[in-house]
């Protein structure tokens, strides 16, 4: 589920794109997934994943809180049972994070990670299983953001004026270094996007230097061609089989 996630997150790196002036992103808002992967040749869906957007104010700062909750459906857990959190902090306005937390629970693994942003300086702690908590300092690029935060961002841009086979590099952060990402416009296609129906969407192909990502143009986003860019569908490759995550219900958008 881990490469799931960098899937799921470079999918959405598109950040050099030009902005629009107005976020799309507000608070209250929620994405379900159903999360499939190839078994002996069928689709078979194994996991949920919510995405949800909310508001919290401390004494000096309001922030956007963004999560993302992987889980497997419970007929499942006696084979592989997942339970993973993913949580950004972020400025309502421009999303940059401030605060990335991530907790997984998978077959038994466990795994806890702790980010503070402080402009191009990240400070980390991480707590694997049952060993001592370790901490460390590292410097990032000042448009690098972490995974959730860039699954959001993606959602203000502008894809209208943008040609087929235009490309990008990009850079996310992700356990405790930076991914260098290449995306591709690959134009639009309809694809159903579960309550909200069939959508015309901008189609996307991405491309890591990780081993958690396979094949050319295998691993691939489609984001609705409106004002809210809702990710309806997306396709991945990797190392141990392929896989999809397909929009089921959007509410408060």
């Given at each position: ?113 702790k980010y503070t942003f402080k402009g191009n300086t990240v400070n980390s702690t991480v707590k694997k299983r049952n060993r001592p ?20 961002k993606v959602r203000t841009l502008d894809f209208s004026k943008m040609k087929e086979g235009q490309t990008q590099s990009l850079m ?82």
């Amino acid at each position: 589920m881990k490469r799931l996630l960098l899937c799921l997150g470079t999918a959405f790196l598109l950040s050099a794109f030009a902005p629009q002036s107005n976020p799309a992103i507000k608070a209250g808002e929620k994405l379900v997934y159903a999360g499939s992967y190839n078994m002996s040749g069928l689709m078979t869906q194994l996991a949920q994943v919510t995405m949800s957007t909310e508001t919290v104010a401390t004494s000096k700062n309001a922030y956007l809180h963004l999560s993302c909750e992987l889980s497997t459906y419970s007929k499942w857990d006696s084979f592989f049972k997942i339970r993973d959190i993913y949580e950004s902090y972020v400025n309502p306005t421009n999303l940059e994070p401030s605060l990335y937390k991530r907790s997984i629970d998978e077959g038994g693994y466990t795994k806890k990670e702790k980010y503070t942003f402080k402009g191009n300086t990240v400070n980390s702690t991480v707590k694997k299983r049952n060993r001592p908590e370790t901490q460390k300092t590292f410097t990032i690029g000042g448009s690098t953001q972490d995974v959730i935060s860039m699954l959001y961002k993606v959602r203000t841009l502008d894809f209208s004026k943008m040609k087929e086979g235009q490309t990008q590099s990009l850079m996310i952060v992700f356990d405790e270094k930076q991914v260098p990402v290449t995306l591709k416009y690959m134009g639009k296609e309809t694809v159903n996007a579960g309550n909200l129906g069939q959508k015309p969407c901008y189609k996307i192909s991405i491309g890591a230097k990780t081993d958690a990502l396979r094949g050319k143009d295998k691993n691939l986003i489609w984001l609705t061609a409106d004002a809210k860019k809702i990710p309806a569908l997306l396709k991945f490759s990797i190392p141990v089989g392929t896989g999809q995550l397909v929009l089921t219900s959007a509410t408060g958008i």
